[in-house]
């Protein structure tokens, strides 16, 4: 049974900021941030380039400690936690950050099945001794979980960038995360690339309904319809946060991106652009 299930009736957030500020050789990265996030909550983070977002997200994966101010990750504060045991329970999917050596794993001819074993124990390379019928049971599960049942023999190094997109997912879910963090998971797939991605989240979301996500994207066309909440970054700041449908309106979009943008939702899914005069 997936760790996960045991996560509603739960008293503590999935994540807590409180007040917290990054500075980084005299620069402010986020400043003030206060945000929280609720098991069974789907939020995305969405923003103009250099607003934030990624840095708030490592802080959310206990990758980054805050310069003032309280982080509690899945009811651990930042500072007074083994962070190498908390990030154990943190499922992360960054497109920017390589997770595993996948320039060693393409050169050893690694399946992607052996891509999600990694997962397992949280290696950038396998370890063979660590991996039962259990294990190769759940990579092969969560493959096909994804939509990739018959990849899983499949040479990573032929694989393409949005079946790569999903053998990450995939490899994240390994560890049985209690929060899912995925910053801009859709960079450089194409648009059939980034609908199986869409589907495979919306699929997450109906099957672990109570797993909390956070998706920072550049995007609307990129956010799930099954996204409950939503947060607005703009110069380092939070320039709205809640439900998503109070959140996701075209004064605020147009607020947070500096021109005026009018915002649609077709089928559940949002779309902007921009107004001409």
Known sequence: MPRASGMLGRVNAALH????TIRVTGRTLIDRVSWRVEYGEHW????PNGAGKTTMLSVAAAVRHPTSGTATVLGHRL?????RELRRRIGLVAASRRLVDEALLEEEGATALTVVLTGHTGTSAPLWDRYGEAEYDRARRLLAEVGLKDLADR????????????????????????????????????????????DALEDLAASRPELPTVLVTHHLEEVPASTTHALLLRD???LAAGPVDQVLTSRNLTECFGRPLRLDRVDGRWYARAVRP
């Not at 900021?17 to 917290?20: R, S």
């Open 236 to 238: 380092s700041r939070v």
């Open 44 to 47: 995305v983070v969405l923003g």
């Open 79 to 83: 500072g007074r936690v083994d962070v």
């Open 17 to 20: 900021l409180d007040d917290v």
């Open 155 to 198: 040479r990573f190094q032929v694989c393409s960038q949005g079946e790569r997109a999903r053998i990450r997912l995939a490899r994240a879910l390994m560890g049985d995360p209690e929060i899912l963090l995925l910053d801009e998971p859709f960079a450089g797939l194409d648009l059939p690339a980034r609908e199986d991605l869409i």
